[in-house]
């Protein structure tokens, strides 16, 4: 069966740290995998996609990474603000063309 | 035990026809939305459904029409469907209570228009 599983389900941090996030998966033939933002009481924000043939790709102060062979992809948070504060959300995208999502990483960045 | 589930998975058609996506969520939620996702992966928000009342309906054609049947189904119907509505449509619920509102997303149907 195929399962998307985020760890931790939330994360309150001093601002100006680096974090992690961490999202695994249990099927390594992905599609792709991406990485969206959820502000409260609004939808989502894409933030990154990476291919299957991709081991990262950056977009700002962001950096994912994904290791299919151990089926983890890790977000990486650089110098975070209490702007990044938001649920974090991994989907998959395996060959059904059907994304699985996680259950997601509440995260707090405090002033 | 789907959450939020979404028919079909897939839906190949020619442009001119008339489709429809059903979406039926199991959590008790009271708002319920549909999203597409373009091709650069990011996803817009279409309609927002809550109490099976439109509250949201963004700038999208009118051959596109959300139909609520009761509060834990929300179906997307399209007409006269174009090239260009080839993408990947999610359904969503959350709870609508307002404040933190956490969405609950669907897998997707993949729409293709020849």
């Known amino acids: 069966k195929q399962e998307v599983t985020q760890i931790p389900a939330a994360l309150s941090v001093p601002e100006g740290e680096n974090l992690v996030l961490n999202c695994s998966f249990t099927?390594?033939?992905?599609?792709?995998l991406q990485w969206f933002r959820q502000d409260p009481g609004k939808g989502l924000t894409s933030l990154l996609l990476?291919?299957?043939s991709q081991r990262e790709q950056t977009s700002g102060r962001l950096n994912a990474s994904l290791d299919k062979s151990s089926g983890r992809s890790t977000l990486y948070i650089a110098a975070s603000q209490p702007g990044d504060s938001a649920t974090y959300l991994c989907?998959?995208?395996?060959?059904?063309?059907?994304?699985?999502w996680g259950a997601g990483t509440k995260l707090i960045i405090k002033p | 035990d789907t959450a939020v589930s979404q028919t079909p998975k897939y839906l190949v058609t020619q442009m001119g026809n008339d489709k429809s996506i059903k979406c039926e969520q199991n959590?008790?939620?009271?708002?319920m939305y549909w999203y597409k996702q373009d091709s650069k992966k990011f996803l817009k928000i279409m309609f927002s459904?809550?109490?099976?009342?439109?509250?949201i309906n963004e700038t999208v054609p009118n051959r596109f029409s959300p139909k609520s049947p009761d509060k834990a189904h929300l179906n997307l119907h399209i007409n006269s469907l174009e090239l260009g509505d080839s993408a990947v449509y999610f359904c969503?619920?959350?709870?609508?209570?307002?404040?933190?509102?956490?969405?609950?997303f669907g897998p997707g149907t993949r729409l293709t228009v020849l």
């Open positions: 459904y809550n109490n099976k009342e439109l509250i």
């Open positions: 959590l008790g939620h009271d708002t």
């Open positions: 099927d390594s033939a992905i599609y792709n």
């Open positions: 989907a998959v995208e395996w060959s059904n063309y059907q994304l699985i």
């Open positions: 990476i291919q299957s």
């Open positions: 969503a619920s959350s709870p609508g209570q307002g404040g933190d509102d956490t969405q609950y």
